[in-house]
Structures are given as C-alpha cells and as structure tokens.
C-alpha cells in the first residue's frame, strides 16, 4: 500500500508535467528566461568577434585618405572664393540690412562671385 508522502509526491509533480518522476526537482515557471537567453546570445556574439588588424589598417588608412581629399577640395574652394572681387558698399549694404557680421556678409558674397541680390536672397531663405 502506499504512503501518504509517495501520493503527495505525485501529485505535486503532475502540474508540472513530470507525472512519474519523483528524481526531479519541480520546475520553475519561465516567465523572464526567453530575454535573457536572447540577451546573453547577442553579448556572446558581440565578445567572441574579433577585429582582424589588417581590416583595421584598411579602414583607417581609407579614412585618413578620405579626410585629406575633403581637406584639399577646402583649400581650393578657399582659393577660389579668395579671387572673387567684392565692393566694399555691397558688403556694408549685406551687415546692414542682415545684421549679420563682416565675416558672414563677405563669404556670402564671395560665395555668390559679388552679386548682392543672390546673396541677399541666399541669407533670407
């Protein structure tokens, strides 16, 4: 005949979907586990990559190629702008009226090679 402890035993283990296994300890409900395991397979993707030194070289030496380009087209649109004559009453008239500085007004003109109706229309807009 059968113990009261054994029947109690049974029982407990049946919700859980363990019917006969009384070697197991009953389980725990997962209610958070599924982020967890989500959150811990992104951080062990993230830690096991590495970066090759080769692939960083090339990139950086891409970059550093890239930024003296830009550099050098700045330069020469400097130079450019720089050539562009401008009258001294068309940059008075553009602090005038925009009240902006000496140094604003003049890219702007030099920007648009003198004409004070585009520029003024370029600072409005």
């Known amino acids: 005949m059968a113990a009261e402890g054994d029947v109690e035993l049974e029982l407990e283990a049946e919700p859980n979907g363990s019917a006969g296994g009384a070697d197991r300890p009953a389980e725990k409900p997962r209610k958070h586990d599924s982020g967890a395991a989500d959150l811990e397979r992104v951080t062990d993707y993230a830690e096991e990559k590495e970066i090759q030194s080769s692939n960083l070289e090339t990139?950086?030496?891409?970059?550093?190629?890239?930024?003296?380009?830009?550099?050098?087209?700045?330069?020469?649109?400097?130079k450019e702008l720089a050539k562009v004559t401008i009258k001294k009453e068309d940059l008075e008239l553009i602090m005038n009226e925009m009240e902006i500085s000496r140094v604003a007004a003049e890219r702007s003109l030099r920007e648009h090679m003198g004409n004070v109706v585009e520029a003024l229309i370029a600072l409005t807009n």
């Open 59 to 78: 990139a950086m030496s891409v970059i550093g190629d890239r930024r003296s380009r830009e550099q050098k087209a700045k330069q020469e649109r400097e």
